[in-house]
């Protein structure tokens, strides 16, 4: 025989109260702001660059709408306001006048990125200057090394490439080189290139956890990097793959990493914290172009509140274990840290 409930047998019953009410610590701002477990601060953010020749050039990358192509002279303008506003580094890629297969731009003294870093650490002395360290910007084939004769990357040629491009970097002023090009044993080559020209004080932040990943296409359309044939899965982390990643970042600790990074952000977020587990450094994580991009459309379309989303996930990313957080989303977080304190 069934019953039915009825919900009027409720009334007048002496009812246990809760003891226990988590919603306490959630009954108005203040209240959540004093007992939050994590959060984001302006000390956390690095913001990213590009540089191009020419002069006073700033032009909008189509599929990464407030992010822009800049001449050295628009850029420092960029470094300065990003120091305002209390940034405290910035991360520079450069696109050189001419592609080769040699990425012969990527080492020379008058590259970009080189007068770059010269002219911001002239400009903004105490603001760090990061600086990008991969061939994929400068190849005419846009991979991240040098082509062997069977059309395959060259890890040693490229390992070579790569130290002298740091050194290039090293004697332009830079603060940190950040190799993101996933070569086997670069962060040595690169650490025992430094050293030998008594540029010890030169960091290294490696992107020691990168992805084969779908979310860097509005990057390539920025640096001109898309691959001329094949994939970047030969060099590239594999997605499925997580211990790995583990294994990646202790050995660029073991070569002289000063700190490591993961890349992309939001698809990686258990890696992150796996990574952070393990080293005993920094670790940096990137909120690439393509979760850039993919906010930035949702929310011109009106399908997601803007700052509410970029909040969420830059402090996801502190909860999972970031250091330091890479993000075009940088100064507009550093403005809106700025009036919440006001």
């Known amino acids: 025989m069934s019953t039915t409930f009825d919900p009027e047998e409720l009334q007048g019953l002496d009812l246990p109260v809760p003891t226990i009410r988590p919603r306490r610590l959630r009954a108005n701002a203040t209240m959540r702001r004093m007992t939050a477990e994590h959060r984001v601060s302006v000390d956390d953010l690095i913001e990213p660059l590009f540089v191009v020749p020419g002069t006073n050039v700033r032009q909008e990358i189509g599929s990464m709408p407030g992010v822009h192509q800049l001449s050295v002279d628009r850029a420092v303008e960029e470094a300065k306001d990003a120091q305002a506003l209390g940034i405290p580094a910035v991360i520079l890629f450069g696109i050189p006048p001419e592609k080769d297969e040699t ?3 990527l080492a020379r003294a008058d590259g970009p990125v080189q007068r770059a870093i010269e002219a911001i650490k002239s400009a ?12 994929c910007e400068y190849t005419s084939h846009g991979h991240c090394g040098l082509l062997d004769v069977d059309g395959g990357i060259d890890n040693d040629r490229s390992v070579e490439l790569l130290a002298r491009g ?3 970097y090293a004697q332009s002023g830079v603060d940190i080189v950040a190799p993101s090009d996933m070569m086997d044993g670069r962060v040595r080559a690169i650490r025992y290139a430094l050293d030998a020209d008594g540029r010890t004080d030169v960091a290294i932040m490696s992107y020691a956890v990168k992805y084969a990943s779908a979310f860097y296409g509005p990057f390539r359309e920025a640096a001109g990097s898309t691959p001329a044939f094949g994939d970047r899965r030969t060099h590239q982390m594999d997605p499925p793959n997580a211990r790995e990643a583990v294994k990646e970042a202790l050995l660029d600790v073991r070569e002289g990493a000063d700190f490591i990074m993961v890349k992309p952000a939001l698809a990686y977020l258990d890696v992150l914290a796996k990574v952070r587990k393990a080293v005993p450094v920094p670790v940096a994580v990137y909120n690439v172009s393509g979760e850039y ?3 930035k ?3 011109a379309r009106g399908w997601l509140d803007e700052e509410r989303a970029v909040d969420e996930m830059l402090v996801s990313f502190k909860r999972a274990g970031a250091d330091c957080i890479v993000t075009y989303f940088a100064r507009a977080t550093a403005r809106r840290l700025a009036k919440a304190r006001r």
Request: proline share 4%; hydrophobic share 65%; aromatic share 4%.
């Open 103 to 105: 990425a012969s731009w």
């Open 124 to 135: 903004v002395p105490n603001l760090l200057v990061i600086a990008d360290l991969c061939a």
């Open 166 to 168: 740091a050194l290039s």
């Open 293 to 295: 991009s993919m906010v």
């Open 297 to 299: 459309a949702a929310s």
